[in-house]
């Protein structure tokens, strides 16, 4: 019995079961506390497949009671386990020596690793860095490449770029190249956008600050306006009555041309003035100083009447105290007496008529007031305020009244200055002398001028190294209301310039220097079009290039000013150079690569410039006179100008029939039914109210013989240059063509 327990407890499981049991737990579903395994042994070949059924045989044998063991291991289990922990610790970033010992390990058997290079193990399919060891071929290569650039520039087009926002300083006036640059961009961006405005504009072109302001918000960009330092140029002082005193009055002689302005003043300075201006007329502003009986002084302003001399006409009324109107009284109230009129009451100044000429027969000095009364200037018998004297220039009647009335009108304008500290005043005309340089004619308003004072005017400076007054004598000290010549100016002064005394010569170049960074540029102004007419030639009109040289800057500037008003819609003056001094061989070389006309106006050329003016074939043209000037002009650009085209019908034939003549072609035989048939003239063929040809009359003939013409009436053969399809009833229209010189 103790041997059957002891089968009992012994279990054996069969290795070919197709069931896989747990050991211990099975035991233990079978009530046992222990159990054996025995390990068959392997089975030999020979042997048979199967074994008996026996149930004692191989079973496990139960010893004692039942103690735990270690559970034998399950390697494929265990070997997947560990591969599945490779690999995840693969895609965990293990750390890279750990990595670098599995690779040297795994390129120790040379002899494995050359059988299986090309292929992939399941080891390293699970380990990424192992196929990094692996060649790859070009192919991949390239497609790598070519991908990871595309994330690259994928990358590059998502970033953003920021604008730099600029902070652009804007002054008075600027260019657009200039402005380009400020806000760091391309012009014709600016060009463009101009353009979509309707603006036609180049680089050169300057716009003001309000524009230049616009464009720089356009462009995302914040405009800054420059400031104007304050230099101080002179301590304002306060008036203070000790120090102001009485001075002479400034009266300004204004007038009509031919009036007797110069006569007049000639006249009340027992002088001849007059004979020395061209053509009659006074061409620049002079200033003089007259002593009065009584031993007052009067400075007078003498300026040009011509309509070309508004500029030194309203020059002179801005710097004068008393403004004398004369007017012939034999001629009446005319369009620069009305000017006159005008700039005096603009500037505020006190007007005194003189009814010159009033000693020929058909003077009529009642009404020249009565005129004047359309004006608001009332005489004072007619209950105004108006001071009228009738003067004659020729006879000297009425000067001594006219200066009382000066003088009057000077003690109820109770005219006052400052005597000391620095002078200042205007630039009244300037020019350039041949042995002294650049001159200026300059009137003071206010303290002393005194030799080798430094002054600044306009975009000028200098020392005054000599003054010359009216007498033509030098002098060394002028005082207000005076007028002087100052030689010692670096530069040619503008007329109508202030004129100012600095302290020192670095306070007068650091002025100077200021105004000329921040002068108005002297380039030409927008012009504002249509796009159409951008690409137009023929709306674009053509210009006559001019250079003018003149003696005196006051003579100058009025022919510009004159020239500038010549406004043609096909024709324009464009000029090239206005300036003063001798014609040099400079301005004959400009005029040459302008291919413009040399203009002087009371000048002329050196030796040199007159021979390289013949050699080039510059037109040279010389004048006195304005007027003379101005017709020039009109006349040169009236050759601009497309004539006037007209046709005039000469005659008519109509075709009857067609011949054809050996060595001429066809012929039509027509009948002159208008006018008469004219050799060599236009001719037009007509069929049916449609013109067909255009051309000219090749040859006529009469009865087999050439003709000349043919009158109304008469048969006669008729050939067209270059046409021979004749028809009965065609028209042949004969006419010339007749031009008509046009003029401005």
């Known amino acids: ?100 010992q599995k690779k040297t390990s795994l390129g120790k058997d ?43 520039d994928s990358k590059k087009t998502n970033i953003e770029t920021k604008k730099i926002v600029h902070e652009v300083n804007i002054p008075d006036k600027i260019t657009i190249q200039e402005l380009s640059n400020r806000m760091a961009m391309q012009a014709n961006s600016i060009i463009k956008h101009l353009l979509g405005m309707g603006v036609v504009a180049t680089i050169n072109h300057t716009i003001d600050a309000d524009t230049a302001e616009y464009l720089v918000k356009e462009f995302g960009n914040i405009p800054v306006r420059e400031k104007k330092p304050d230099l101080n140029i002179l301590k304002s002082e306060k008036k203070d009555n000790k120090n102001l005193k009485s001075r002479s009055p400034i009266v300004t002689v204004m007038g009509h041309v031919d009036h007797g302005k110069t006569s007049l003043l000639d006249a009340l300075r027992k002088t001849n003035v007059v004979a020395g201006e061209h053509g009659g007329i006074t061409q620049h502003i002079g200033a003089y100083n007259i002593e009065t009986e009584k031993g007052k002084s009067i400075t ?41 009129i005008k700039h005096a009451k603009a500037a505020k100044v006190p007007i005194i008529v003189a009814i010159n000429k009033v000693d020929l027969p058909a003077a009529d000095p009642q009404k020249i007031k009565n005129e004047l009364l359309q004006y608001e200037l009332i005489a004072e018998e007619l209950s105004g305020d108006t001071l009228f004297t009738e003067v004659s220039a020729t006879t000297k009647k009425n000067l001594d009244k006219l200066k009382e009335n000066i003088a009057l009108q000077a003690d109820l304008l109770d005219l006052k200055a400052n005597f000391e500290g620095f002078a200042s005043g205007v630039i009244l005309e300037s020019r350039i002398d041949k042995g002294k340089g650049p001159v200026s004619t300059i009137l003071v308003t206010n303290g002393s001028l005194k030799k080798g004072d430094f002054f600044v005017s306009g975009n000028t400076w200098g020392k005054i190294r000599a003054m010359i007054n009216d007498q033509g004598q030098n002098i060394n000290l002028a005082l207000p209301a005076t007028p002087v010549e100052i030689l010692g100016m670096n530069n040619l002064a503008f007329a109508g310039d202030d004129f100012l005394v600095v302290d020192s010569e670095e306070k007068a170049k650091e002025i100077n220097d200021y105004r000329i960074g921040h002068s108005e540029s002297k380039q030409a102004p927008l012009i504002s079009a249509n796009k159409e007419s951008v690409f137009d030639d023929s709306l674009i009109p053509k210009e006559l ?105 000469v ?28 050799n060599n003239l236009n001719a037009r063929l007509i069929r049916d109210g449609s013109v067909l040809y255009t051309g000219s009359i090749g040859s006529i003939f009469r009865e087999k013989n050439a003709a000349k013409q043919v009158a109304a009436g008469l048969e006669c053969g008729i050939t067209l240059k270059d046409f021979a399809d004749f028809k009965e009833k065609d028209v042949i229209e004969v006419y010339k063509i007749i031009e008509t010189e046009r003029r401005i």
Not at 110 to 134: H, I, M, P, V, Y
Not at 320 to 331: F, G, K, M, Q, S
Not at 547 to 554: L, N
Not at 596 to 613: S, T
């Open 1 to 100: 019995m103790e041997e059957k327990k002891e089968k009992k407890k012994k279990l054996t499981l069969s290795g070919f079961s197709k069931k896989t049991h747990n050991a211990p737990n099975y035991a233990q579903s079978r009530g046992k506390t222990s159990v054996v395994i025995e390990k068959k042994a392997p089975k030999r070949w020979g042997e048979r497949k199967f074994q008996s059924r026996d149930s004692n045989f191989n079973k496990p044998k139960f010893t004692g009671d039942y103690v735990p063991k270690k559970t034998p291991i399950n390697r494929n289990f265990d070997i997947r386990k560990m591969a599945e922990e490779r690999a995840a610790k693969r895609f965990k970033n293990v750390k890279e020596d750990s990595l670098q």
């Open 110 to 152: 040379k002899s494995f690793a050359s059988k299986r290079e090309n292929k992939l193990t399941l080891s390293q399919a699970l380990d990424d860095d192992a196929l990094d060891g692996r060649e790859r071929s070009l192919a991949s290569v390239k497609r790598a490449r070519l991908k990871e650039k595309k994330s690259q």
């Open 300 to 340: 007078f302003i003498d300026t040009p009447g011509h309509a070309a001399f508004t500029e030194m006409r309203a020059r002179g009324s801005k710097v004068t105290d008393i403004v004398i109107l004369v007017v012939a009284a034999d001629d009446g109230v005319k369009p620069q007496t009305i000017e006159a």
């Open 545 to 649: 290039p001019m250079i003018i040289k003149s003696d005196v800057h006051g003579s100058s500037e009025a022919l510009k000013n004159a020239i500038e008003k010549i406004k043609h819609n096909e024709v324009t003056p464009k000029i090239i150079l206005s300036n003063i001094g001798v014609i040099t061989e400079t301005d004959v070389t400009l005029a040459k690569a302008s291919n413009a006309i040399l203009i002087g106006f009371n000048v002329r050329p050196n030796k040199e410039a007159k021979k390289l003016a013949e050699s080039h074939k510059i037109t040279l043209k010389f004048f006195n006179i304005i007027y003379e000037v101005l017709d020039f002009i009109n006349d040169s650009l009236s050759g601009l100008l497309k004539p006037d085209v007209k046709e005039e019908i």
């Open 651 to 678: 005659g008519s034939a109509e075709v009857q029939e067609i011949f054809k003549v050996s060595k001429v072609g066809k012929v039509a035989g027509s009948k002159v039914i208008d006018g008469e048939i004219v």
